[in-house]
Nanobody, 123 residues
Framework: QVQLVESGGGLVQPGGSLRLTCAAS????????IAWFRQAPGKEREVVSC????????YYAGFVKGRFTISRDNGKNTMYLQMSSLEPEDTAVYYC????????????????WGQGTQVTVSA
């Protein structure tokens, strides 16, 4: 059974950091391009970052501004999103996903999705 399970969300103060984790099962994450998306209340889901299956190509949305880092540990079949200098505007449900492709300019559509983890940035 293909499954992606996120963890690591929570409440953090502005300027703080969080690391989101997404554990995959039922398939090998190493064979896929992967991505993190987010959806804020009342807004459409948007891509945050993606990386190709070889990790050669990576994309970050403009709003990331060097604050987030996507990574994976193929031995643990797990992907991560390290977030720092968080702002209230980063408040959203964050989703991990495999995507059809990832280039340095954009991400393909999601294929497998996690259930989402809430990130709230507030004083």
């Amino acid at each position: 059974q293909v499954q992606l399970v996120e963890s690591g969300g929570g409440l953090v103060q502005p300027g703080g950091s969080l690391r989101l984790t997404c554990a995959a099962s039922g398939f090998a994450l190493a064979n896929y391009a992967i991505a993190w998306f987010r959806q804020a209340p009342g807004k459409e889901r948007e891509v945050v970052s993606c990386t190709s299956s070889s990790d050669v190509s990576r994309y970050y949305a403009g709003f990331v501004k060097g604050r987030f880092t996507i990574s994976r540990d193929n031995g643990k079949n797990t992907m991560y999103l390290q977030m720092s200098s968080l702002e209230p505007e980063d408040t959203a449900v964050y989703y991990c996903a495999t995507v059809r492709w990832c280039s340095k300019q954009r991400s393909g559509d999601g294929v497998y999705w996690g259930q989402g983890t809430q990130v709230t940035v507030s004083a």
